[in-house]
């Protein structure tokens, strides 16, 4: 073998060498880089998965179809006019209903007698959206107004559903400006800026300065880090009213049918006077957007039932109640 030859083969076979070697760091690395991006979505995934659940694990699953609530509805109203022909309300259907049945019970308060009106407040919790728009126009197109607890999202996309919100004459509510458990219930000092973040957000894009407010995940929630009685007090100092709900739509999980939503919403109602009914506004909560129609012609069709949004004189629902 020649000299030259000897020498070609040898160079070849370094640059063989050279790149087996750096295959063999390369391909570890990205399919370490690949791993850990993955990880971290999943991660992030199952952290707004457990956020989800915290809203959905503590209500109650409904029993009874949609088509006997509503057959229910239709017995309430002989009840009251057979009442009515007699001289009397007598014992309609939900004329005794509980309101929300409180963890902490304090000194008794005089209860107000019933005027013999349902009233139902629809609100919808997280957004905007790119479901809110849609949420807006359904809506408008059958005459009703809502309740929107919003986070804060400072992106231009979000700054004209804001403003719709307001002009369509709905009402405007806070529900914090991150939604993160993490940061927002850390201590009271993260609490109120997240609330004042929040509250001067709205007021410089809508020039509303809102003074309704909804916790995430409840006033009953076990996710706070901070004593809720706490941040409870704090609200009420800065004159603040704040909502729960005692009807749940169960669209928190997002695997909700329209008709399973429908079902709890119209099953729900039949048990109070005043029904705060929790929806929510977010992207992957299109069942929401289907069940809406349903669920306002149903109530629409109820003899004294009223479509309302929550002002600073609703009388709260509370899960919690101090005094």
């Known amino acids: ?54 809203w959905y694990k503590n209500h109650y699953d409904a029993r009874e179809t949609w088509e006997a609530a509503l057959t229910a509805a239709a017995t309430q109203a002989v009840e009251q006019s057979r009442a009515q022909e007699t001289g009397g309300m007598g014992n309609t259907a939900g004329g005794d209903a509980p309101e929300a049945e409180p963890q902490e019970t304090g000194e008794e ?26 949420i807006l126009s359904i809506l408008r197109d059958y005459g009703v107004r809502a309740t929107f607890f919003v986070i804060g999202k400072p992106d231009k996309r979000y700054e004209e559903i804001y403003n719709r919100i307001v002009t369509d004459g709905h009402t405007l509510a806070m529900h914090s400006y991150s939604h993160k458990y993490s940061v927002l219930y850390e201590s009271m000092e993260s609490f109120q800026t997240d609330l004042h973040k929040l509250q001067n957000f709205l007021y410089d894009t ?24 706490e941040l409870m007090a704090y609200l009420d100092r800065e004159n603040i009213t704040w909502f729960d709900w005692n009807v749940d739509g169960g669209d928190a999980s997002g695997s909700m049918s329209a008709y399973q939503i429908t079902e709890r919403v119209l099953n729900g109602i039949q048990d109070y006077h005043n029904s705060v009914v929790l929806l929510h506004d977010a992207a992957n909560k299109q069942t929401t957007v289907e069940a809406l129609p349903t669920i306002i012609e149903a109530l629409q069709a109820m003899d004294d039932t009223e479509l309302l949004p929550i002002t600073e004189d609703t009388e709260p629902i509370h899960h919690v109640v101090t005094r």
């Not at 990205?30 to 956020?51: G, P, W």
């Open 206 to 229: 809508t020039g509303i300065w809102c003074k309704l407010y909804r916790f995430p995940g409840g006033s009953s929630n076990n996710a706070s880090g901070t004593d809720m009685g």
């Open 109 to 134: 308060e005089a209860v107000p007698e019933w005027d013999g009106i349902r009233r139902v407040y629809l609100t919808f919790d997280d957004g905007p959206s790119s479901s809110t728009d849609d």
């Open 1 to 54: 073998m020649e000299p030259k030859d000897h020498k070609k083969r040898i160079q070849i076979l370094r640059r063989v060498i050279l790149l087996a070697v750096a295959a063999a760091i390369m391909i570890p690395v990205m399919l370490c880089i690949i791993i850990a991006t993955r990880y971290d979505r999943a991660m992030d995934a199952l952290d707004r998965s457990r956020e989800e659940l915290t």
